[in-house]
């Protein structure tokens, strides 16, 4: 074999081996996500308000999206794992339809997936908009102050768990059409406090508690009520998404790598199909 096709076996070889490491971790990781959520018990909460949360142009819920993102990593993690050990054949064993099948698969791939990152580009303002409008939505029909409501359980979670209040601001809430203030003398809910020592997440602290000052009382010191849980969620997530970005970026250049590098061994191999298997 000549120089470059023997170079090119060796790439195929060294990716193929690390993509079949990541094929496990995201199949693996997605099977945790999607069968042990109930590892983590606040899911539990947060998941009842974000299926509230439809989305609209696609007519599904924010949990609905995510649980299909995680079916998404499942089953890309069982493709790239059996398209790696294809690859790895190909190259080891020099077989010449190995290759062929995972060079076609491979550019399909790749073609999904550079579509796929040029439509978050291009989209990712019209799904900030979309979101934020449906949280707005979701928020001013389900929070009232009732302690056995899963919804505001979520919402409270959500104010708790992120450190946030409302969507844009507490005022939010207090524009909610359900909701009530539990007690007269406070100008924010509790779980917009900075410190939360009562019993989270179903009661009302009692009076002394730090929260029930906050609630009075509300500085951004001791609370978040000016701090919107969109902006926060969004913040959190641009990590994630700039993360995938890079990821799917780097897949890219990956991929033509060991197409061109697979294209090369199978001009090499001929018409004799390579070593037998």
């Avoid at 060079?103 to 989209?123: G, M, N, Q, W």
Wanted: charged share 15%; net charge negative; proline share 3%.
């Amino acid at each position: 074999m000549s120089c470059w096709s023997d170079t090119g076996r060796w790439i195929l070889v060294a990716v193929n081996v690390l993509c079949t490491l990541l094929g496990i971790a995201l199949l693996v990781g997605g099977c945790l996500l999607k069968f042990g959520s109930g590892l983590i018990e606040v899911d539990s909460y947060i998941e009842n308000t974000l299926a509230e949360v439809v989305l609209d142009g696609i007519e599904q819920s924010l949990s609905g999206v995510l649980d299909n993102i995680v079916i998404i990593c499942i089953v890309a993690g069982a493709v790239i794992f059996i398209l790696s050990l294809l690859g790895c054949l190909g190259a080891c064993c020099e077989w010449k339809i190995a290759l062929v099948i995972y060079s076609i698969i491979v550019f399909l791939v790749l073609a999904a997936e550079v579509a796929l990152i040029v439509l978050v580009i291009l989209f990712r303002t019209e799904i900030k908009s979309t979101m934020k409008d449906a949280m707005n939505q979701t928020l001013y029909e389900t929070y009232d102050n009732r302690a056995d409501n899963n919804v505001v359980i979520g919402w409270n979670t959500l104010f708790y768990k992120f450190e946030c209040c409302g969507v844009d601001d507490y005022m939010d809430i207090q524009n909610a059409k359900n909701f009530t203030q539990t007690n007269p003398k406070f100008k924010v809910i509790p779980f917009c406090c900075k410190d939360i020592d009562f019993n989270y997440p179903k009661l009302t602290p009692p009076p002394g508690d730090s929260s029930y000052n906050c609630s009075m009382h509300p500085s951004p010191e001791n609370s978040n009520y000016r701090k919107g849980c969109f902006q926060t969620l969004q913040d959190f997530l641009e990590l994630y998404q700039n993360l995938f970005l890079g990821v799917g970026i780097s897949l890219v250049v990956i991929q033509i790598l060991c197409l061109v590098a697979a294209c090369c061994i199978c001009r090499e191999i001929g018409d004799g199909g390579g070593k037998a298997v």
